[in-house]
């Protein structure tokens, strides 16, 4: 057992650096639950246009956390060897690749929109209007890209923060964002006291407030507090790369904007598949996933977790105590995925009743709660594998593992399922959560295999 129980100081050591990213993670969603109940209680149509272009911008969120993850793993490891320096022209590569990638996304927004979101709309449910959705899908995106520039600068920032072990300021300025957010949303959703009733163009001017804020924090503070942060030193002075670094962590970042780019279009594709049973389906996924991300808020942490401890044990040639440590995690994530899954069949009677919404959508929504908690733990040992792989730089196991599979095996299940059967949502959606137990074999062959565990600075 002492291959996966942990003793006290150990279990202190990651909840220091966990707890601070769950309490940010935490207050993030439950606004965002509160931001989804006010478009929800405005109409369906509006939460369903909402829905769908939060959809289309995970996308690029996901596109970025990948040019910062994969760079991050060379960062994690230059500061375990206390090389500043070196996480410095890393910090300057995230910066370079995230913006190049932000670019690129605001233009296939802009020339793209109207298509992306109508993939989303088919009939099939005595709920919504397409049309209406479509408008205010279209005018919720116009507004929204314009606060993508502050994301991509806080999400580099934050991600060489914590690769240090400082998880305490993103989570402040985190927490400082959100409640901007959710004032800004009530007054300019509403119209109250005084301000216009904006409806969810007013929800998007608020998410780019606080994110402006959010950003404006953590980049101020860590410029400021260089003996804190001391690879903040002359970070703009001379800007440039050295060839190598840059080399470096383009080969680790490409395989990691490519996953996480096709990863998050996966889904997103297989919520269109979804969406194949109506409006109805992505009213009822809106409501499910909104309190699924509350009840994960613990086990993504262990990632992240696992990114840090494990990618700066690799850094100082610790392999086998990485290895160790990565078991002890893993386990950790799974006893949070139990907890979070009991939290969500306990609530799935009465969450969906907040809404303002149809009978029918309440009903979906309910079943598809009860199904995702059930199988949380399929997805925290997944997210837990997919870290320790990657802590290591064996991104293009983790492209294979990841995305290839996501692409090769349950979009097309998901594809011929939603297409060429009947099958309600509720079975069809339990069919592909399942789907993944092969997704877990897959990964739990390269964990044990140990291939993952390295040094990569020495390459």
């Not at 927490?175 to 959703?189: E, S």
């Amino acid at each position: 057992m002492s291959k996966y129980i942990a003793d006290k100081k150990f279990y202190n050591n990651v909840l220091k650096i966990s707890v601070p990213i769950m309490v940010q993670n935490g207050i993030s969603n439950f606004v965002s639950l509160l931001d989804n109940i006010m478009i929800g209680r405005v109409g369906t149509e509006q939460m369903s246009g909402v829905s769908i272009v939060n959809q289309l911008i995970f996308v690029f969120y996901l596109c970025i956390f990948g040019a910062v993850s994969g760079a991050g793993i060379l960062g994690a490891q230059y500061y375990g060897q206390k090389n500043y320096d070196g996480v410095k022209k890393v910090l300057r590569s995230k910066l370079i690749i995230s913006f190049t990638a932000m670019i690129i996304a605001i233009l296939i927004f802009i020339n793209l929109g109207s298509f992306l979101i109508s993939l989303y709309l088919h009939d099939g449910s005595a709920t919504g209007n397409l049309e209406a959705t479509l408008s205010y899908g279209l005018e919720y995106l116009g507004v929204i890209l314009i606060g993508l520039p502050f994301s991509t600068i806080e999400f580099s920032y934050s991600s060489t923060l914590r690769e240090s072990g400082e998880t305490s300021l993103p989570m402040k300025a985190s927490i400082a964002a959100v409640f901007i957010n959710l004032v800004l949303n009530y007054l300019l959703i509403y119209g109250k006291f005084g301000f216009p009733a904006m409806g969810v163009v007013g929800a998007a001017i608020a998410t780019n407030i606080a994110r402006f804020i959010q950003a404006t924090i953590i980049v101020i503070y860590s410029h400021t507090h260089t003996g804190k942060y001391p690879f903040m030193k002359g970070m703009f002075r001379n800007f440039r790369i050295e060839r190598s670094i840059l080399g470096k962590t383009l080969g680790l970042s490409m395989p990691l904007i490519f996953n996480e780019t096709l990863w998050a279009a996966g889904m997103a594709a297989l919520t269109s598949c979804y969406s194949t049973r109506g409006l109805s389906v992505i009213a009822a996924l809106n409501i499910q996933s909104v309190i699924y991300n509350i009840a994960n808020i613990m086990f993504i942490a262990m990632g992240d977790a696992i990114a840090i401890i494990v990618g700066q044990m690799l850094g100082k040639n610790e392999i086998e105590e990485g290895k160790d440590a990565a078991n002890k995690i893993i386990v950790m994530s799974i006893f949070f995925a139990v907890i979070g899954g009991i939290f969500m069949f306990l609530i799935s009677d009465i969450f969906p009743g907040i809404y303002k919404t149809s009978d029918e959508v309440k009903s979906i929504a309910r079943t598809l709660i009860i199904i995702s908690g059930c199988t949380m733990p399929i997805g925290a040992l997944l997210h837990s594998l997919y870290f320790a792989i990657r802590s290591g730089g064996k991104t293009l196991i983790t492209v294979l593992f990841d995305s290839v599979y996501l692409w090769v095996i349950a979009f097309p299940t998901a594809y011929i399922l939603s297409r060429y059967t009947d099958m309600p949502i509720a079975p069809l959606y339990l069919t592909l959560q399942l789907v993944d137990l092969i997704k877990v074999v897959i990964g739990l062959i390269i964990y044990r295999s140990g291939i993952w565990a390295r040094n990569i600075t020495q390459y």
